[in-house]
């Protein structure tokens, strides 16, 4: 099955700088990839997502790379602010099932 | 903003007994499913529940476990004879397909089993 690995598991950052978390998947059937942002209490929410038919998709300070060759994702936040910190997990799965397997988070701390 | 809703927040409960932790997923979404994260670890798959029936599940989710759409908003997950390491934070998900879909989850009910 499906094995999601994600470095690092803590980044702590200083208001406005960039942080990026990386993911690697284990299979090539795996074509959606969605990040989540986890806030103490409450549960994930997607933040962005993106597809195998594309290579980088951007929303704001949020963007996601795709290597479908290498098997790598990457989320880039950049800008970052106090608010954005949170644990991020990156996520893996094939359209055609419905098993998600996440990646083991990121702890992002932005220091005002 | 139409959301997940899970009750209760906070379940603790005698090892050995019976758990059935609830959910009301968005009330369009055709497909759902359990998640669990124990403490400290990933957020793991358990099931996916798709026009009454389970579609698909995880390794994890043994005769332990059962799901039920017992009326047409409510999503329950039910854990039979729970044990010590059944203790973790459940999450429940919706979306309005399957495959590539978002999830949307909710805010999760944390089981402790003492």
């Known amino acids: 099955g499906e094995n999601v690995e994600q470095h690092p598991s803590t980044l702590s950052v200083q208001e406005g700088d960039s942080a990026v978390i990386k993911c690697t998947y284990s299979?090539?059937?795996?074509?959606?990839f969605p990040w989540y942002k986890q806030e103490l209490g409450k549960g994930p929410q997607l933040i962005i997502d993106?597809?195998?038919?594309?290579g980088e998709k951007k929303d704001q300070r949020i963007a996601v790379t795709l290597n479908k060759t290498a098997k790598h994702f990457s989320l880039h936040i950049t800008e970052t602010q106090p608010e954005d910190s949170a644990v991020y997990f990156c996520?893996?799965?094939?359209?055609?099932?419905?098993?998600?397997?996440f990646g083991a988070g990121t702890r992002l701390t932005v220091k005002p | 903003e139409p959301e997940v809703t899970q009750t209760p927040s906070h379940q603790v409960t005698q090892m050995g007994q019976e758990v059935i932790l609830r959910c009301v997923p968005i009330?369009?979404?055709?497909?759902f499913y359990w998640y669990r994260q124990i403490l400290g670890q990933k957020v793991e798959f358990l099931v996916s529940?798709?026009?009454?029936?389970?579609?698909?599940k995880s390794e994890i989710f043994d005769d332990q476990f059962s799901v039920e759409r017992p009326d047409g908003s409510n999503f329950t997950l039910k854990i039979r004879s729970t044990k010590l390491e059944d203790s973790a934070m459940y999450f429940c998900?919706?979306?309005?397909?399957?495959?590539?879909?978002?999830?949307?989850f909710g805010q999760g009910t944390r089981l402790t089993v003492v």
């Open positions: 998900a919706s979306s309005i397909l399957g495959g590539g879909t978002e999830a949307f």
């Open positions: 299979d090539s059937a795996s074509n959606y």
């Open positions: 993106i597809r195998s038919n594309v």
């Open positions: 996520a893996a799965k094939d359209y055609n099932n419905n098993d998600m397997r």
């Open positions: 009330s369009n979404h055709l497909y």
């Open positions: 529940f798709y026009n009454n029936e389970i579609s698909e």
